[in-house]
């Protein structure tokens, strides 16, 4: 497995952020950006990376109070415009002039919004399972289990506690794939505990009245315009809807819509049946007109 060096950057108001830098490649080839879900961090794409990185530098990040990111001071500067600017400094320190991103959930958003913030430097978009819409459903379950707490004393407990609350979502999974995202979304405490990964006042302003509406993501998209895009929606998400994900492809004139069967949200993105239109992305990232 090709490896990957832990490194380090600055935010705007002083936190260091880590992320996972899989520097193989073609120096000539954008690298490629990739921006975890609400709750989740670098490890949730090792895989892929790894698969990719071969032929390309693959950047996982950690957003800020996820993973080796440090906690902010303010929880109120968990936003996705903060995460953006957070984004934009590690981009200016590694003087990365173009770029693509993968973004899954959360990801999605920061990704949606670098369209218009980076207008010309983002060459290729994946978006994984979330749109300018987000489905009540989901937001309404998301709401239900961010920022509680959780303990378990052992992985395989974790294992447990973590198929629970997800089984629907991946209801073809067996207990080593539970016991992998156990890894990849929980750590070991100073108290020998099974914890969660990421500061829980990531909640504070997720559960402000009205605070996720936020910006209008619909112009958003519209930056993405000419950009090759591909939207991924797993078939049973309660997060993105069929409807928008089929708008969000119309849309966009380099728009291609691959859908993950028996997943809900959000697919991990190893599935066999996404190497081809990763793979059928990543070609039209490397298009003349894409440059």
Known sequence: MVGYEDRYWWSPDGLRLHYRDYAGGDAGRPPILCLPGLTRNARDFAELAARLSPEWRVLALDFRGRGESGYAKDP????????????????????????????????????????????GRLVGALLNDVGPDIDPRGLQRIRGYVG?????????HAARGVQEGNGTIHPDWGVEDWLAMAKRTHRLNSAGRIVLDYDLRIAEPFRVPGNEAGPDMWRALDALHGTPT?????????????ETAERMTATLAQGELATVSGTGHAPTLNEPELKRPIARWLERVLEPAAA
Do not use: K
């Open 230 to 242: 591909l939207v991924v929606r797993g078939e049973r998400s309660d997060v993105l809807a069929a």
């Open 76 to 119: 109120m500067s968990y936003a996705p415009l903060t995460y953006v600017q957070d984004v934009d400094a590690l981009l200016e320190e590694q003087r990365i002039g173009r770029f693509a991103a993968i973004g899954t959930s959360l990801g999605g958003i920061v990704t949606m919004l670098l369209a218009g913030a980076e207008r």
């Open 148 to 156: 509680r707490a959780s303990s378990w004393p052992t992985w395989m």
